[in-house]
């Protein structure tokens, strides 16, 4: 059984577009934000150590490609 899933707005002509009230549009934020499962203390300190590892190995993979194709241009052309 297909259900319509398209708005109010769906047969109105795209130039008439209902504006929502600054009150709905902070209750609907509430209820969204009721909706995230935040993470726990030991979930973010997990998050956030395994990020910062990432970032220290792809900052050590681009030092030393850079470090590596430098040294290779030097040897081709020659440097002081």
């Known amino acids: 059984m297909a259900i319509d899933t398209r708005g109010e707005t769906a ?8 504006r929502t009230s600054p009150a709905l549009f902070y209750r609907q ?11 726990t203390r030991k979930d973010l300190v997990t998050y956030t150590t ?4 990432f970032v220290a190995i792809m900052v050590a993979i681009v ?16 440097g002081a």
């Open 50 to 53: 395994v990020v910062l590892i």
């Open 29 to 39: 934020i509430i209820s969204e934000l009721r909706k995230v499962i935040w993470p």
């Open 11 to 18: 047969g109105k002509p795209s130039g008439e577009k209902k």
């Open 63 to 78: 030092y030393g490609l850079d470090a590596g194709f430098g040294w290779v241009v030097l040897r081709i052309f020659g």
